[in-house]
């Protein structure tokens, strides 16, 4: 089994910083793909930014030049630095990440736990 246990979230004033951490444990063969999503109130989650193995990242309009997705690969590790914050920001932070579990030829999406992200103006 697979675990994805974020850690990070909070409440910010406008134009402050948060750091996102999600860190996956358990029978883990290989990561490749992660990423984070939000949810807002009454919407559906949508994607934030993503990062591949080997470091390519996306990012969705709203957050370029503010926010910046990392990992570390050694500890199947991924960040979400948000800086710049503004209260529509406020939202459920999920990360997400592709796995291939020890012994499977298989690759499974998972998720965290979601953390909230409140923005005070």
């Known amino acids: 089994q697979v675990q994805l246990v974020e850690s990070g979230g909070g409440l910010v004033q406008a134009g402050g910083s948060l750091r996102l951490s999600c860190a996956a444990s358990?029978?883990?063969?290989?990561?490749?793909?992660m990423g984070w999503y939000r949810q807002f109130p009454g919407k559906q989650r949508e994607l934030v930014a993503t990062?591949?193995?080997?470091?390519?990242?996306n990012y969705v309009s709203s957050v370029k030049g503010r926010f910046t997705i990392s990992r570390d690969n050694a500890k199947n590790t991924v960040y979400l630095q948000m800086n710049s914050l503004k209260p529509e920001d406020t939202a459920v932070y999920y990360c997400?990440?592709?796995?291939?579990?020890?012994?499977?030829?298989?690759?499974?999406?998972?998720w965290g736990q979601g953390t909230q992200v409140t923005v005070s103006s």
């Open positions: 358990g029978s883990i063969a290989r990561v490749n793909a």
């Open positions: 990062i591949t193995a080997d470091g390519s990242t």
């Open positions: 997400n990440a592709r796995v291939r579990s020890s012994g499977s030829f298989l690759w499974h999406d998972y």
